[in-house]
């Protein structure tokens, strides 16, 4: 969290910075302007630990006697427009990276500020996805607005975690030198499952691609099978060529073996001529 007396600091010495421009001042002044931007940002979105985000009004008792009807989460805590300022502030404090130009001890201190907040965003964010993935109701109940889960599912994923990781992971050593230590932990997370859970929207996603694999499948085992028919006809085809050609050569063979025969009989016929003429 940003506290008054931060923001006061930024400004006396935004203030200071613009009033006396140095050259030796200028990555400075740069520097402090990307993280003016962050802090009036934050400042105008979200307040304290981002418990606009966090904290599930419908997970709270009622007090009254009188039972009033919750919001839905999707209204409340998640609703887009905490989605497209949480975009926006994630985008401004990955502009506040140090260059190697902009590095001292006071602008360590702001970018730790930065990104333990960051990580307070993190954390909130995978706390209100837990609560309302959690719920057993969460398919069931009309009012919820699931492809906006699916929205910030995906921008948790693939955006405000891994960059966030990769935000503590670059500039640990340039905080380490001046005694500035991030938490080891990211806090809350959301495990893969119900992160599948919220990809899936309302739920036409994955009985589509369902039926897609059912649909490939079929067409896959109905050719393998025209392919089998096909080749059965072919087979068929040919021994049928095979045939007249097997038969052709079975004739030549009686044929031979007729000419034989009688080449056989013609030769006894004239031995027993010539004997009945000799006697």
């Known amino acids: 969290m940003i506290s008054n007396d931060s923001f006061n600091s930024i400004h006396i010495s935004f203030t ?3 009033s006396t421009p140095q ?9 402090l302007g990307r993280y003016a931007h962050y802090v009036l940002l934050r400042a105008q979105c979200f307040g304290g630990v981002f418990s606009e985000i966090a904290n599930d009004p419908s ?24 989605l497209e300022a949480a975009q926006m502030l994630l985008k401004a404090g990955l502009a506040c990276a140090l260059k ?11 970018l730790e500020r930065v990104v333990a907040d960051l ?26 607005d ?5 929205k910030w599912c995906e921008f948790y994923s693939d955006e405000l975690l891994p960059q966030t990781k990769s935000m503590v992971k670059s500039t640990s050593p340039t905080l380490d030198a001046y005694g500035l230590f991030l938490p080891s932990r990211m806090g809350a997370s959301v495990s893969q499952d119900l ?38 006809e072919s087979e068929a085809e040919e021994k049928e060529d095979e045939q007249p050609e ?29 004997y009945e003429d000799e006697y």
């Open 146 to 150: 699931r492809e906006l889960v699916k």
């Open 246 to 274: 097997v038969e052709a050569e079975e004739e030549e063979a009686d044929d031979a073996e007729a000419e034989e025969e009688n080449v056989y009989d013609e030769y006894e016929y004239d031995d027993e001529y010539e």
């Open 100 to 110: 190697p130009e902009e590095e001292c001890e006071n602008t360590a201190i702001a």
């Open 23 to 31: 050259p030796e001042n200028m990555p400075f002044r740069a520097f």
């Open 59 to 82: 997970a709270k008792k009622e007090k009254s006697k009188k039972a009033q009807p919750q919001k839905v989460i999707t209204a409340t805590c998640l609703k887009n427009e905490h």
């Open 16 to 18: 200071h910075l613009i």
């Open 195 to 232: 992160l599948q859970k919220g990809l899936k929207g309302s739920g036409g996603t994955s009985s589509v691609s369902v039926d897609k694999a059912a649909a490939v499948k079929i067409a896959d085992t109905e050719g393998s099978k025209e392919d089998e028919d096909v080749c059965l």
């Open 119 to 144: 990580i307070g965003l993190t954390t909130a964010v995978a706390t209100a996805l837990n609560n309302v993935l959690k719920r057993g109701d969460y398919a069931d109940n009309e009012e919820l």
